[in-house]
């Protein structure tokens, strides 16, 4: 089995594809990696704010 790697350019495209609408199965379709691995990136590559979370968490 080949492992592709993909540059961090292109993983941001894809994670900023997937916040545009597009869903994760068009992508791997389109791309190649599983959409496990594109959900990886995009909780990889989103910001959190810590602020609001922990707000969340104390109400």
């Given amino acids: 089995m080949t492992v592709i790697r993909y540059e961090e ?3 941001n ?3 900023e594809t997937v916040k545009a609408g ?3 199965d068009e992508l791997a379709k ?3 990696p599983s959409t496990d691995s594109i959900r ?3 909780k990889k ?3 959190v704010d810590i602020n609001v ?3 969340q ?3």
Avoid: A, Q, T
Wanted: charged fraction near 25%; hydrophobic fraction near 30%; include cysteine.
């Fill in 9 to 11: 350019d292109c993983k």
């Fill in 13 to 15: 495209s894809i994670v």
């Fill in 22 to 24: 597009r869903r994760l």
């Fill in 30 to 32: 389109e791309y190649g």
């Fill in 40 to 42: 990886h990136w995009v």
């Fill in 45 to 47: 590559y989103s910001p």
């Fill in 53 to 55: 979370n922990l707000s």
């Fill in 57 to 59: 968490r104390m109400s």
